[in-house]
């Protein structure tokens, strides 16, 4: 199971990945954001674009992982943390784990697709030739809620244009 944890880093960097997921609201996507952060300083972020750019590996992680290795130069990234708002799937957590990150730190759980412990648990593979630590639940609530918040306005705008068009 993943770790609990909520320092007031912790809690600062996911407010980041908040307002990286408010990005990903305002063109549509499902609100995902996610930063990755070397040193204590933020050096590359992310947030879902799969639908805009018409890429299925589009998802926030994968944006700001990409980010950070153009940053850094190198495909590996050692001594970075990785924050994001949702529990990452499987390719993220693959992705993940192929970076070297050294822990990544996610907000809200994702009971259909969730990677660190909702569906399955990836990082606890004892056989894979990195460990990645794991944090889940910093700021939970707060995650949570703005996911929600976007499907209960998207339902009601979909609701809206279907008696538009009667």
Not at 73 to 91: A, H, K, S
Not at 124 to 141: K, R
Request: proline share 4%; with cysteine; glycine share 10%.
């Amino acid at each position: 199971m993943t770790e609990m944890q909520d320092n007031g880093a912790d809690a600062g960097f996911m407010q980041l990945a908040l307002e990286q997921a408010q990005h990903a609201w305002d063109l549509g996507e499902v609100p995902v954001g996610a930063v990755v952060v070397k040193d204590g300083a933020v050096i590359a972020v992310g947030y879902n674009q799969p639908i805009g750019r018409h890429d299925p590996t589009a998802h926030a992680e994968i944006q700001a992982l990409r980010a950070a290795a153009e940053k850094l130069g190198n495909y590996r990234l050692p001594g970075c943390e990785l924050y994001v708002t949702l529990e990452p799937c499987v390719m993220c957590s693959g992705a993940m784990l192929h970076a070297r990150l050294s822990r990544v730190v996610f907000g809200a759980s994702d009971p259909k697709t969730g990677a660190c412990g909702s569906v399955l648990n990836l990082f606890e593979q004892a056989a894979l030739n990195h460990q990645t630590a794991i944090s889940g639940g910093v700021m939970a609530d707060e995650c949570g809620a703005f996911l929600k918040r976007f499907f209960v306005e998207r339902r009601r705008a979909q609701a809206a244009a279907r008696l538009v068009a009667k």
